[in-house]
């Protein structure tokens, strides 16, 4: 009688635990800083929580349903610390669970569009459901996550613009690039022997950076070119770039009093693929013999097979590409190279124009402000997993992290 | 002078801001813009493969008609072209069953010509790099002979011969041969590549302001 009184309690208390649990309250709203196809889900973590405990979220189109599971994932996971998102957008900690639901059955939610989600715990029998909230997911103007990038690009471009003005006013010191010197020799070199300078843009299109800074550079060398009397030729891999390129060098045969030496087959349309590309300019290499060469622009596989060919022919190359996967092979094979940011930083050391000076100081000082905080986030994190606090200095990684 | 220059300097800047701005808008109306110029984008490349064309056939007319030497090879071009552009009309864009594969005319001669020829250039890449290594590592002075160094211990890492020459010879050494070459590739190595890549952002961002702002316009044939 008293035993089966104590197994009576055992299970009524087993049962209160087990079957009578609520689901925790939850609660939806729009995603901020996204494009309006995504919902947020928040509930607080509960004193029944286990591995062998699962949440299943469930969303539907209707506030009567049908309901169709979302996910089930362990009661143990999901916490608020788990999702990559900056502090100033997103409070970490364990006292809470969410989830981003991005469809329902498979399909995609649509922005501004009323959707209903319910919260259920299964404690292995099955699920026990809670009421359901809705949400209204919207469009956002401004991705908050991206907040210190923006900040960092008004403020780069800021130091830019104050040191243009300083620059027009005071001279700044330009530290020597020796392969940007050495463009006079190479065309020199090139005119004495009588044999033709090569110029390539690299394998890109206008869309990038690297490509106009060739197309800058190249106003330069042809201008040189054109007072020398020199053969320039500029095969080309992009009909944009060549069309491009093609006003970029009239106009520096112009500017050098040589209009007359034009001649639109300077810049000539060889193919778009890759390695066609690469024999036919090894291939011209190897005929014509040329005294310079010049690589800029950005670069792949291609970048060794060209320099190879163009050192075997006996041509002062120089090279300048920001693809830091191809500087050793052009550190290799060419005379001098210019790397990284040496390319970008060609025009203003060839103008020797104040404005464009005024912004290399600038890039120094994003260098100096980047590797103080490397510097710094180095030491705070070291010091950080000493005190046993890493997860604190998060916080200051932040600020330099990406969130895309 | 008003159409060469200030329209497009103003055509640079709104859409360097616009675009600039786009990367943190995250609205739709923000990647519709995004998608429509991207589209734009592929329209006008298309076209200008006509001037590519025109440029090609022109300057290998050129070669042929004044016979300059190595003519010979700008016949090839035109073949090449006249071939496969012959090949396509023939076959009217019909499927042909192959063996266990469905190709156009087209697709045959891109597979079995154009294909063995791109990986028989990408294989000249081994005997470039042997050369070029060959000139390259000869320790001249302390750099050269560190750069010798470091690439013979991360060569030892990569092959199994190597370790099994690290563990023979060198065996007694806390380290591993590929411990070694991780070290060298993971710190030294991609601190130099950050260093590089840090300066890269940073002058492409200021490459572009100076375009968006006029400062830079030399790529526009105009005095930079």
Redesign the interface.
Known sequence: MRVSFIVGLLMSLWTSQVFGVEPPPLSASDLPGDDGKAVLLLWPRMPYEASQVFYVVQGAEEPEGPFEEVTRFPSTSRYRTERRAPFWTWRKGKDEHFFVVRTIGGTPLESSREYYFRLGVDLGEGPSFGSAVSALPKPNWFDFKKLNNFIFMVLFAGVVLWFIGRARKKELFLRRIPGLDAIEEAIGRATEMGRPIYYLTGRLGMSSVSTIAATIILRDIAKRAAGYDAQLKVPHTDPVVMAVCREVVKGAYLEAGRPDAYKEEINFYVTDDQFSYTMAVDGMMVRERPAAVFLMGYYYAESLLLAEVGASVGAIQIAGTDAEHQLPFFVTACDYTLMGEELYAASAYLSKEPALIGTLRAQDVGKAFLTTFLVLGAIAYTLGVWAGIEHKMEYFLDILRDFP | MFLRQYVPMAIAFVIGVAF?VQ???????S?GLLTTVNDW?IV??GF??????A??M??HW?KVRRAV??WG?SLVVFLGILGTLAVGIVSKGKMFAGEGLTLTALGWVYDNM?VP??GT??S??AF??A???F??FRARNLEAGLLLTAAFLVMLGHVPLGEYIWDKLLGFLPSKADQVMGWIMNVPNMAA?RG?????G??????????I?G??R???????
């Open positions: 600039a990367y943190y808008v995250p609205h739709p109306a990647e984008l006008v490349s200008s493969m006509v001037l590519g064309l440029s090609l022109g300057s050129a030497p190595g090879y154009l020829l791109q250039v990408f000249l890449l470039f790099m050369s070029a290594t000139r390259t590549k590089i890549l840090l300066g890269v940073l002058g492409a961002i200021a490459t572009s302001l100076k375009i702002f400062i830079e030399a790529y526009m044939g105009e005095g930079g």
